[in-house]
């Protein structure tokens, strides 16, 4: 295909590039294949972890070709634990970052005069659950299919400070999240 079919993506998108991107990289991760389509959903889990706000289930998709030649429910396996894996490491990153803009109050009070209501009422709910579940309560907040992982993992690192904890918390997260979908398109099949 070349440069002309990105190009024509790219165009066919209205010049936006972020949506162009975040297309891109969803598709290339729904085709990934292998064991660099492996290192492909550590990095797109490590992404969104921090930076990106597209969804972590699609990393499941490729499930069915990613591996040939092993079983399917050991594909899945393995791809949980690497975007698990990808997705703590992304989150120690943005917990890095947390910590930093705690440092820097400008930051913490323009954040908090956002305009965004969906973000200041995802952060007050996540603060919440981390103030009563502690790192339990952060694993179930980033459990939750379709609900955005960046903002709960932003809002944490304002309470927390041990990195470890901050880790296993978001691996157990990812994991859950990606079992829980499982579990709901199995049943889903099922009920078909």
Same mark, same amino acid.
């Given at each position: ?8 993506? =790219? ?81 120690? =990153? ?76 978001? =691996? ?21």
């Amino acid at each position: 295909m070349g440069l002309l079919g990105p190009l024509q993506d =790219f165009l066919a998108a209205g010049g936006d590039f972020l949506g162009w991107f975040y297309g891109a990289l969803e598709e290339s991760v729904q085709s990934a294949t292998g064991p660099l389509g492996l290192a492909l959903i550590g990095i797109y889990s490590f992404l969104i972890a921090f930076v990106l706000p597209l969804p972590s289930e699609i990393v499941l998709a490729p499930a069915g070709h990613m591996l040939d030649g092993l079983p399917y429910s050991l594909t899945l396996a393995v791809i949980v634990f690497v975007s698990g894996v990808g997705k703590a490491a992304g989150s120690v =990153f943005a917990f890095h970052i947390g910590q930093e803009a705690k440092e820097y109050g400008p930051l913490v009070r323009r954040i908090k005069r956002s305009r965004f209501d969906v973000i200041e009422w995802s952060e007050r709910k996540t603060v919440q659950i981390a103030r009563r579940f502690g790192y339990v309560g952060l694993a179930l907040a980033l459990s939750v299919p379709g609900f955005p992982d960046t903002i709960s993992i932003y809002a944490f690192t304002i309470l927390e400070e041990d990195y470890l904890k901050f880790a296993l918390a978001t =691996f157990a997260g990812s994991v859950g999240r990606l079992l829980v979908t499982i579990g709901l398109a199995g049943s889903a099949i099922a009920i078909l």
